[in-house]
């Protein structure tokens, strides 16, 4: 798929954002993997991003992350599958081409690991990515990885393959210089942690559309409320937000790294054995399971 295809793809429609199951003895559970984006693939979305943050690509080898590239492409049909790409420079450059050689249509730039750095050094490693494939290149606006408008406009003008821009910094300010100084040129994309908390914020600012952990277990629920939000309306948004938003974050925010966890802990209640989630995040207790399973109740 082209850069500039996906680019109108992604616009507008709600993103997947699967998790990656593991079995017990640790290694990538393909299979489960597999059944499960057959029941999401009964509903419209724009495109699929795994190995992402839901996705635990933090946690994933380089290999792993292709393995999943590759299982995701067996039974996405013909919708876009993107990936997590990250880590240093080099390794960012080379699994970009091995996420494009397994069949990727694009990926989505993850920060860099551990250090700091300056704007032209940030950039610098967006240009080595988006020069090392063909695919289109999201920028993942996030943690010591952050650019400012006036960087990203820079790159835009040097990276055809550059074609959006997800925040999950929070940063409203930023991301409305961004919408108004490079208009149609990018697709942009929200990516705060449960972003249909912030998503009525983040259209304001120009920022249409999101990618959706929730999704993994309630996606007739997700498409409902993307479906409101897109409608500009707010009082389904709010409805759903005390009804079950707040509910499900409520239990995230009991301890750091629940906001994967605990949709693993929903894809399970779902009935697909997504396994646990690797170190340094911790699993739901007994009790947090239960208590997310009442929030669930009866919505799909």
């Given at each position: 798929?082209?850069?500039?295809?996906?680019?109108?793809?992604?616009?507008?429609?709600?993103?997947?954002?699967?998790?990656?199951?593991?079995?017990?003895?640790?290694?990538?559970?393909?299979?489960?993997?597999?059944?499960?984006?057959?029941?999401?693939?009964?509903?419209?979305?724009?495109?699929?991003?795994?190995?992402?943050?839901?996705?635990?690509?933090?946690?994933?080898?380089?290999?792993?992350?292709?393995?999943?590239?590759?299982?995701?492409?067996?039974?996405?049909?013909?919708?876009?599958v993107l990936?997590?790409?990250?880590?240093?420079?080099?390794?960012?450059?080379?699994?970009?081409?091995?996420?494009?050689?397994?069949?990727?249509?694009?990926?989505?730039?993850?920060?860099?690991?551990?250090?700091?750095?300056?704007?032209?050094?940030?950039?610098?490693?967006?240009?080595?990515?988006?020069?090392?494939?063909?695919?289109?290149?999201?920028?993942?606006?996030?943690?010591?990885?952050?650019?400012?408008?006036?960087?990203?406009?820079?790159?835009?003008?040097?990276?055809?393959?550059?074609?959006?821009?997800?925040?999950?910094t929070g940063?409203?300010?930023?991301?409305?210089?961004?919408?108004?100084?490079?208009?149609?040129?990018?697709?942009?994309?929200?990516?705060?942690?449960?972003?249909?908390?912030?998503?009525?914020?983040?259209?304001?600012?120009g920022m249409?559309?999101?990618?959706?952990?929730?999704?993994?277990?309630?996606?007739?629920?997700?498409?409902?409320?993307?479906?409101?939000?897109?409608?500009?309306?707010?009082?389904?948004?709010?409805?759903?937000?005390?009804?079950?938003?707040?509910?499900?974050?409520?239990?995230?925010?009991?301890?750091?790294?629940?906001?994967?966890?605990?949709?693993?802990?929903?894809?399970?209640?779902?009935?697909?054995?997504?396994?646990?989630?690797?170190?340094?995040?911790?699993?739901?207790?007994?009790?947090?399971?239960?208590?997310?399973?009442?929030?669930?109740?009866?919505?799909?």
């Open positions: 798929m082209s850069p500039n295809d996906l680019r109108g793809i992604i616009r507008n429609g709600l993103l997947s954002f699967p998790v990656t199951p593991f079995d017990a003895e640790d290694r990538f559970a393909s299979s489960v993997f597999k059944e499960h984006l057959e029941w999401l693939g009964q509903y419209e979305v724009a495109g699929l991003i795994v190995a992402g943050g839901t996705g635990e690509m933090f946690s994933l080898s380089p290999s792993e992350i292709v393995e999943v590239v590759r299982a995701a492409r067996e039974v996405s049909g013909d919708r876009p990936a997590g790409c990250g880590y240093g420079v080099r390794m960012a450059c080379d699994l970009a081409q091995e996420i494009e050689a397994a069949g990727g249509d694009g990926i989505l730039l993850l920060p860099h690991y551990l250090t700091e750095g300056p704007q032209e050094g940030v950039a610098e490693r967006v240009r080595a990515v988006c020069n090392s494939t063909n695919m289109g290149v999201i920028f993942y606006n996030r943690g010591q990885s952050r650019v400012s408008a006036a960087t990203l406009a820079q790159l835009a003008g040097e990276c055809p393959n550059l074609i959006g821009f997800k925040d999950g940063d409203i300010d930023t991301v409305r210089r961004v919408t108004a100084m490079l208009g149609e040129r990018l697709s942009y994309i929200g990516g705060m942690p449960t972003h249909e908390l912030f998503a009525q914020a983040y259209k304001g600012a249409p559309t999101y990618s959706s952990a929730v999704f993994n277990f309630v996606p007739e629920t997700a498409l409902a409320f993307h479906k409101a939000l897109s409608g500009g309306d707010d009082a389904t948004c709010e409805q759903m937000l005390r009804e079950f938003y707040y509910p499900f974050a409520e239990i995230r925010d009991r301890q750091p790294g629940y906001a994967v966890s605990a949709i693993k802990a929903g894809v399970t209640l779902r009935g697909f054995q997504a396994g646990h989630v690797r170190a340094p995040l911790t699993d739901l207790t007994g009790q947090e399971r239960e208590l997310l399973q009442e929030v669930i109740g009866g919505r799909r």
